[in-house]
């Protein structure tokens, strides 16, 4: 087990590290926007760290306006949990933070879930582009929270299971959406929402996007019924090679997540997807990007739950 004790994972050196990201230049009002008329109220029965904005008379930290706003674990505790989130390649369960940092395990739940909200890309950029080629595909794992049809053998069929449609830029970026109905019409919408009309799109043999496809510069598929998986330059490996790591960490290191906060989830793949090695990203810059993400963002317990 990690040693909290030591001088890296103190209050104030976190806050530092975090003041250096979120406040470069010096701080900034959460409320006003005010950087320059800010006064630092250090000592006596002041908290370390708080800043009071001479403008609009607030006072505030840097945690404030953020997913960490309001949350009573030391603050060197959210920094080393975000450091173990995006540095573990197959992400760390909720029952591991529990036991690493010694809260309860609701507490490292919540943690968790304000980490992924972080992670989220508020406004994500197109994928694709002219003479670019951009794959999509569909995986369906786990059961509904609610399901309305089963097999003879009393399994849920493909409408009883969780679908995930993923659109990977190769070479690039990714996005990922959970789908609560698999149809033609929903997934066409994604599909042009978030894709360049100017890319090459490749599929599977799948009916889902024929039509939509018509719309792109060209649309080339592999049939996976007949045993092609590849055709020259015309395959969908990529996208199932990310699903393939996201159903084994599921499975694996997550082992049970509700429906409705699988979007939190692919959110953390996708950005840890998004900023990978490949990309020219560090575990540090990782990081970094991953801080930067908790400004204009809180999550209470009743919404994440």
Known sequence: ????????????????????????NGPICPHCGECENVTRLEGGAHRPGVVQCNR???????????????????????????????ASK???????????????????????????????DPAPEGLGGAGKVV??????????????????????????KRAVLGLVERGGKVRTVHISKVGS?????????KLSRQSRLMTDESRLYIKVGEEFARHQSVTHSAGEYVRDDVHTN?????F???????????????EAHLHRYLSEFDFRY???????????????????????KRLTYRRAD
Not at 70 to 86: E, F, G
Not at 244 to 258: A, E, I, N, P
């Open 1 to 24: 087990m990690t040693d909290l004790s030591q001088p890296a994972f103190h209050d104030d050196a976190a806050r530092r590290h975090l003041e250096s990201i979120y406040w470069p």
């Open 56 to 86: 609009c008379r607030q006072q505030f930290t840097v945690t404030v306006g953020t997913v960490l706003e309001r949350s009573k674990i030391p603050l060197h505790k959210w920094v080393h949990a975000m450091h173990l989130m995006c």
């Open 90 to 120: 197959k992400g760390i369960s909720a029952h591991q933070l529990h036991r690493v940092f010694g809260i309860s395990y609701k507490s490292a739940w919540f943690m968790a879930h304000r980490l992924r909200e972080a992670l989220r």
């Open 135 to 160: 794959e999509a595909d569909e995986t369906y794992f786990g059961t509904k929270d609610v399901v309305t049809k089963r097999t003879k053998h009393g399994k849920p069929g493909l409408s009883g």
């Open 185 to 193: 019409a929903n997934v066409a919408d994604i599909v042009r929402r």
């Open 274 to 296: 998004n900023t990978r090695a490949k990309l020219g990203f560090t575990d540090a810059d990782r990081a970094v990007v991953a801080w930067l993400g908790i400004k204009g």
């Open 238 to 242: 990529t996208i199932e090679g990310y």
């Open 244 to 258: 393939s790591v996201f159903k084994r960490v599921m499975k694996g290191v997550y082992q049970h997540c509700g």
